[in-house]
């Protein structure tokens, strides 16, 4: 038995404005029933403008898109009642009291904070000693929680997430992400988007993004395992002049900057390599060279599938 796909999108196409600036470019990927998807990509990479389309709130120039079976132009309605959206935005009433906005977002779609509390009460929990005060004076950990909660108080059978991690401290979106596992457990498909590529090892699969083209999509390990060169990462005390050195090294694949290290990618299978490597280096000036051989990240995929 084939199950049906909650999310699918065939050769979704959007530009914007008189210049037709291409924004998403025949995108394909589908989303299976209860997973945690990932949309991993920079800023402008066409991210927020594929969740718009798949949420109905913006019409694609070409393609088709479903949710849970039903077509995001001609089933619309139906499509909004059946999924939840937190905007990258915050995007609640600044004005109204946490309980204010969820009580309010749950009467919009016909029901009550208490007919679905067991949905939300884990999350609830650590916003109900702060029920009567302001969306707008929330901290940035705070208003995320209360936003999720506004998404899921309908019950919805898809969760779409645009950047929710954003701007939030490490510790709330470690917790973010916690609650995330929950509410898969529960059969919600999720579809997250974030810029941060640490965030790709916790989707149950991923598509790499950028100017509005899917570079790779597969389970995070498989695609760091499917990383064919070798990747060494190397420090020294002059970062900048480690870098432009590295850019002279005649068997370089490709090198750039990664924290307090540089990283370089070389052929595979080269005996003796990172003996050379340091001889180079010192040649160019360089002292206190480390280099070791190292796992590929996301973000060194990622790199890769740019160059």
């Known amino acids: 038995m084939v ?19 291409l924004a998403v470019n025949d995108v ?14 920079p800023d402008g990479a066409g991210k927020t403008s594929i969740f718009r389309i798949l949420t109905t709130l913006l019409l694609a120039d070409s393609g088709t898109a479903t949710v849970e079976g039903f ?23 600044q004005d109204l009291t946490v309980e204010e906005n969820l009580d309010f977002f749950a009467t919009v779609f016909n029901t009550t904070v208490t007919e679905n ?6 999350i609830y929990v650590q916003l109900e000693s702060f029920k009567t005060r302001r969306a707008g004076k929330l901290s940035g950990g705070m208003k995320q929680k209360l936003a999720l909660c506004c998404a899921l108080i309908h019950k919805p059978t898809v969760l779409f997430l645009d950047e929710p991690t954003t701007g939030v401290d490490p510790v709330s979106r470690k917790e ?7 509410l898969k457990e529960q059969g919600i498909t999720i579809l997250v988007s974030t810029p941060y590529m640490d965030e790709a090892t916790l989707c149950e699969r ?38 432009k050195s590295l850019t002279r090294f005649d068997k370089k694949i490709n090198s750039y900057a990664f924290g307090e290290y540089a990283h370089i990618a070389v ?9 050379e490597l340091t001889l180079f280096l010192q040649g160019e000036g360089l002292h206190d060279i480390e280099v070791k051989p190292i796992e590929a990240t996301i973000e060194d995929c990622f790199i ?3 160059k």
Not at 117 to 122: P, S, T, V
């Open 3 to 21: 199950t049906m796909a909650a999310v699918e999108l065939r050769n979704i196409t959007k530009t914007y404005g008189n210049e037709k600036l």
């Open 28 to 41: 394909s990927f589908s989303v299976n029933k209860g997973e945690v998807f990932g949309l991993i990509g």
């Open 71 to 93: 077509d995001v132009v001609k089933e619309y309605k139906k499509i909004r009642n059946t999924v939840g959206y937190m905007p990258g935005r915050f995007s609640l009433y």
């Open 117 to 122: 509390y067991n949905l939300i009460k884990d």
């Open 176 to 182: 973010f992400w916690e609650m995330l596992k929950r």
């Open 206 to 243: 991923i598509a790499l993004i950028q100017q509005g083209e899917i570079l790779s999509i597969d389970k995070p390990g498989s695609i760091s395992s499917a990383y064919a060169d070798q990747l060494y990462a190397v420090k020294s005390g002059k970062m900048s002049t480690l870098l």
């Open 267 to 275: 052929k595979k299978d080269q005996p003796g390599i990172e003996h």
């Open 304 to 306: 890769k599938l740019l």
